[in-house]
């Protein structure tokens, strides 16, 4: 029993250890050798672009949703005019961002680790490798990279497409003009609640691509192991959204709501 | 960083030196957690020699020639590649050799979210770091055409049969014009036809770019026809050496076992 533990511990150690050095030789290779600006724009296309459509129709709805449920309650303190308001800071400073995020790592932390981990087991990578060439620079910073710019702008286009959502469940009760709506959310937001936001999806970004990217790159052969690696990559992402999350929030309140 | 940029896949071979050792590895030992994969290795390869390692599953051939391109480490024993010792050698000095060396893995390894001009590309831009676009295309359809496969040109790898895809990394590792060849069982998976014009092939390239080459088989066809001289592998050690002739005549079981088949 103790000695298994020990294993488990050594070998947690040896992860942590194994991602430092990870982390390092992709920041090396960031300043080294020529940026694979071709490879960069595609990861871009394949991750933001075709991610779109998933993010747009899941924050529109929670745009919808956070209305109908916030209704109720602010009618009963009578502030119903505060709709707008409420969603939009709701939705800027965490809602957009973490739901946008977690959506991000179930797709693309996902099909990243299932791809250089299917990359490993077909010797790809190796073969990469031993031709000289420098698979950590094609694979893995294009991915992370592009994970880290594609992101926030995913994240600002779901706040943005969640306060239409907004606008059409409180206009099926109430009457608002869509600019009136539009002027009372912009007007409630300050740069404190847009800026924060978005440097956090930059993170969150950052987490999805290098945690998609480890666990494909450290795949075990073996065809079950992809599907270990795109599993994990969710799971891992998903909670490393949260810790800097948490982390974040923490910050921002020190900096901007003292 | 220097060397990179003279090498260009473009020289002329080296002067053809009979006996020259480009690799030599001596008491060559490397174990795993529970096994002790290599004992005691030791070989040199002659320039322009085809040398043929045959053995069981398990026992270390791939494990050797993943340590001669410096995947693997080497617990113990001299291992060097044109005279300058592998296991010494920074990224930079691994790199240079690896672009001497050309590895055909037994799946082709063919990245297959590119198409085959992509592959062929690949290593001429990322390694040769080639910026002319006429040229890069002349040695892609010139390598492609000694394959067989300048149709093929345009298809993703999923669109191609297994012979057509070891035919292509075939092609892949030879465009650099490596010094080196390593195959790791270059015609296992195919059939008896296939594999026969894979080892063809595999002498046709190494007569046209003068290569020498270690080749790791099950296939008797193919060592018949690819062997200069033959070596056998038993548990992490040589068992036997010899040329096809002389070892169809051994006394070794294990040797023997092999060319049962075929005599």
């Known amino acids: 029993m103790a000695e298994q533990a020990i294993t488990g511990w050594r070998k947690w150690a040896e992860g942590i250890g194994e991602q430092g050095v990870f982390f390092a030789r992709f920041f090396r290779n960031i300043f080294t050798g020529s940026f694979e600006w071709s490879e960069f724009v595609r990861q871009c296309y394949e991750i933001g672009y075709r991610s779109v459509m998933l993010v747009g129709i899941t924050s529109f709805i929670m745009g919808l949703v956070l209305i109908v449920q916030l209704r109720p309650s602010l009618v009963e303190l009578g502030a119903e005019s505060m709709l707008p308001k409420t969603l939009a800071v709701s939705l800027v400073r965490e809602i957009g961002p973490v739901i946008t995020a977690i959506i991000c790592a179930g797709k693309i932390a996902s099909s990243i680790g299932a791809e250089l981990g299917s990359m490993k087991v077909t010797e790809q990578i190796d073969a990469m490798e031993v031709s000289g060439a420098n698979p950590l620079q094609y694979l893995v910073v294009t991915r992370i990279l592009a994970t880290s710019f594609m992101v926030p702008l995913l994240a600002i286009m779901g706040d943005v497409i969640g306060l239409f959502g907004g606008y059409l469940a409180l206009n099926i009760t109430d009457d608002i003009s869509f600019p009136l709506y539009f002027n009372k959310c912009i007007a409630s937001l300050d740069f404190s609640d847009f800026l924060p936001a978005v440097v956090k999806t930059v993170f969150f970004g950052f987490a999805i691509g290098f945690v998609g990217c480890y666990k494909g790159y450290h795949s075990n052969k073996g065809t079950e192991s992809v599907g270990i690696a795109a599993n994990s990559a969710v799971v891992t992402a998903s909670l490393w959204i949260f810790v800097i999350d948490a982390i974040a929030v923490q910050i921002t309140s020190l900096l901007f709501y003292k | ?263």
Not at chain 2, 83 to 109: C, H, P, W
Not at chain 2, 210 to 223: G, L, N, R, Y
């Open chain 2, 1 to 263: 960083m220097k060397a990179a940029a003279q090498n260009t896949g473009d020289q002329e071979t080296p002067e053809f030196k009979k006996d020259e050792v480009v690799i030599h590895v001596k008491g060559l030992k490397k174990d795993f957690i529970d096994k002790k994969v290599l004992k005691n290795i030791s070989f040199d390869l002659k320039r322009g020699e085809n040398m043929v390692v045959l053995g069981k599953s398990g026992s270390g051939k791939s494990v050797t020639i993943e340590c001669i391109v410096g995947m693997l480490k080497p617990d113990a024993g001299d291992l060097t590649v044109f005279g300058k010792e592998v296991t010494a050698m920074n990224d930079d000095e691994l790199k240079q050799l690896r672009m001497k060396i050309g590895f055909l893995f037994q799946s082709g390894a063919l990245y297959d979210s590119m198409t085959v001009r992509e592959n062929l590309e690949f290593p001429l831009t990322r390694v040769l770091k080639l910026k002319d676009q006429q040229d890069i295309d002349k040695r892609v359809e010139e390598v492609l055409d000694a394959v067989g496969l300048l149709d093929a040109i345009d298809k993703l790898p999923a669109d191609l049969s297994g012979g057509m895809r070891k035919r292509v990394g075939l092609a892949r590792t030879m465009i650099v014009k490596p010094e080196i060849m390593l195959y790791d069982e270059p015609t296992t998976g195919l059939d008896p036809i296939t594999s026969r014009e894979i080892s063809e092939l595999i002498l046709h390239m190494q007569k046209k770019y003068k290569t020498s080459s270690i080749i790791i088989t099950h296939d008797m066809e193919c060592v018949r026809i690819t062997a200069d001289r033959i070596v056998v592998m038993d548990d992490g050690t040589f068992i036997a050496e010899g040329s096809y002739k002389e070892l169809q005549k051994s006394a070794n079981e294990i040797v023997r076992s092999f060319f049962t088949e075929t005599t």
